[in-house]
């Protein structure tokens, strides 16, 4: 079971990083509740219950992958890239389109998981083994061409699903590379060029109601319905809450469905409701416990494999906290991206368990014994 | 900071520090912005959610009942299904789908939207009232559909009475751009009801009533959660009337098929009993929301159906001048017993024969025989003796050429001509063959028969002419705490030059005179008939044109000793004063049936019912 023979328990126990799985912990419960209180007189009432079981499964999965030694999964990641484009692959081409894509890959007892969610895992693991050697040296073109490739193939095929948010968070993993990386200003200018070229593509492969979003996104009191809706009610939703917030099960725009999806992609908005600014300044305090951890166990990781993958990690999630909670606060425009650790949905957190395991696992092993 | 920089981004720590820097911005500018939202916008959203969650609906108050002296309906309200929409949350598609559902035309509900924004109504406007068993099923199976749509109790504005009494009692419509302009309007809503005519019109605030409201928390599928608030309707307040129904109807009996009007008075304090105009037309369909064709169809029927001929229509007086003319006659002196006439069927004057309207001639009559037979050459030379100012003051004295100030709108003046008139309107001198026509109301004497009802009737009474009104002194001190009953008009009248007057008016109907059709064996009757011309007879007779026929006029009233009603009938292109006088006697009949000391009978009732039909 232990990675690491040579660690004793209570060395172990010492080299844990309680505060990033305390803070994590502590946002995880608050968006539990928050669930039960958007879904309990709905017919996702059993979303509650899943998400326990998905909450619990996380923890395990956070400890199990917290005892594996993260270098051993850097280099068994080309492995692990190459299962997940089959994967990716089998679902484009078998699964059955659900609202219109491609995503869903059908586990045993009804459950479902998105295969993409955890190739950011995978896609981390790829650029740590390929992009390592910049820590040290100067990189030229074709060191990069490796993990350039392999983070391509997974992007498109994420893109084809089709699956903009998704996709969309990935880029933070290559733009952490570009930003680490000890390469020339050409070269970095070429892979931003790259990574620029991206976009005309992803607005190509836009549908409608995704042009309507960015259209309600600028103006929303233009479309009362649609896109606009949804903008206005989350706006409502959070100016409801003041300082003190509503009350649990209280908030009118949560329980009387005028918020969209409150228990996903808005589910800040019905804890902003219900709990007030007193609630979002506790939750954005941990987030931001959070990813000050993490910075420091990447600064203080052992091997540049570490700290590459403690950043990348710390940028998807910093992604898609300001997406998603820039989205809430009509900031910028609507995406599908979950709020890590509170939304409902069983993918984004065990991806985000399996993140948080990996670094843990730096930090445990950031002393070379 | 390790001891194992080789293997490390040593050189990227600057880095690390920068993303902490960015991340540190990010969070920094989302909690500005929920502190923005939340804290220093938070009444603003609240107010949002608050609209959000709270609906509220409408309530409808009740209109005030309009009844007849007896208490019996002529106008009242039901509950109707309404079907309002919220035009903020609608689309143009549904818009045309619930309309052709509805039987609605959708350019007039495009107009009505947009009127409602001009006033800044987007919620509740109405789209339809009075919904049918099919407009109900054809909501209630889209109403998850159809969300914009809400069915609200509404109350319908009915005419039990139907076309009876339209005229005096109007109707109510929703209010126009210019009535809702006016100051009397100011509080009112687009779309609501407003009287456009008659005694809707005229009482419209102490018969409207305050509409409430009812508020619901929904969801945002607009479900009612839960009721949370209410604010009561106050209904409007029942107006009675002086009309007496039974007379009414008698009134539009005798008209029926013809143009005309009755007014039936209580000379005794100018209570209007009956005010009947012809043709009409069924209130009910202004209430059901006119279509454009049939509201055009009444407006311009050459018919005019919607004029209230009783006081909005002048003719002619004809003959029933005569007694007033007498009053002036015998009041300056002048038409003593000794003042008589030679009839011989005519007069020259001025140049210009005159007919009598008996070519024979009456022989020589004195102002009794005169009045009783209408004999036109003794009213020429008295006439011509007294002089058109004379004539002028005492037609004023009598009501004519003002209005009556009946408590109902758009009445009109008529006209009594004058020298000073005459010059002021076309520049030229009075002639004296003007006298002479003037002396048997011709010529451009101008009349309404609220004004020869009340003329007759105030002379009948010795000379006290009450200002008619519809509603009651006892109703109006309901209204208004501070109302004082206006103050007859009243004239020093010798009381043999009355005994004469009535003589001669008991003459017309029970003597050898014009207005025989009149005669009643239970009371007596007096009265004066009178035919008008529209055009030379011999113009008349040569044409042969229905609308060339004589304008008939009967005035009758009685008791003859001590008037307790006075009835003015007007048939247009009637032909004959005969057919006037018998509807006269038709209403006289039924009144004597209902007479306040009379109990009201069964038979009197069938008589207003059968032709009102059954409500």
Redesign the interface.
Known sequence: MNAVPTRGGARWRRDFDWLMAGAALLVGILGLFQVYSATFNTKFYSAFSQHVVWLVLAIVVFTAVSHINYRHLVSLSPVLWAIGVLLLAAILLLAEPVNGSRRWLPLPFGLSIQISEFMKVVLLLVVAKYCAGSATKMLRLRDFLPAALLFFAVFLLVVLQPDLSTSLSMLPIAVTVLFLSRISKKHWLLGALALALLVPLLWASLKPYQRDRIAGFLSPEEAPLGIGYQIRQSKIAVGTGGMWGQGFVQGSQTQLRFLPTPHTDFILAAFAEERGFAGIAIVLGLYYVLLMRIADTARSARDPEGTLLAMGVASVLLFHIMVNGGMVVNKLPVTGLPLPLMSYGGSNLLTVAIMLGIVNSVRIRRFVN | ??A?G????R???R??R???V???A??V???G???Q???V??E???E??RQ??IKTLPTAAARGNILDRHGRSIADSEIALTAMIDA??TSAANLGRIASGLDLDIDRVWQTLQDASDYGRFEHIVLKEDLSQRDLAFLQARRHTFREVDLVEGMRRRYPAQQVAVHATGYIGKASRRELALREFLLLDFGSDVGKSGIERQYNSWLTGTDGSLQF?????GRS?DAVGEVGSVPGRNLRLTIDLDLQAVSELGLVGRKGAVVALDPRNGEILAMASAPSFDPNQFVAGFQDAEWRALNSDPATPLLNRAIQGTWAIGSVIKPIIGLAGLQTGVAGPDFTAHCAGGLNYGGHYFRCHKRDGHGTVALVEAIAQSCDVYFYQLGVTLGIDVLERYARLAGFGERTNVDLPDEVPGLVPSVRWKVRRSLQPWRPGETVVVSIGQGAMAATPIQAALAIGGLAMGGVWHQPRIVSDGQMRLIDPDYEPPEPRVATIDREHLTTLREAMWQVVNGYGTGRQARLSEVEVCGKTGTAQRVSNELRLRSGRADFEDDAWFVGFAPCASPEIVVAALLENGAHSYYAAAVVRDLLQVWLLNRPDAPLTDSSRTVAQSFAGSP
Do not use: C, K, P
């Open positions: 900071m390790t194992f080789a293997l490390t981004y050189a990227s720590h880095r690390l920068l993303f902490q960015f991340a540190t990010v969070f500018g989302l909690l912005s929920f502190w939202i939340q804290v916008d938070h603003r959203y609240r949002q959610a959000n969650r903020a949350n928390i929904v969801d945002s599928v959660v």
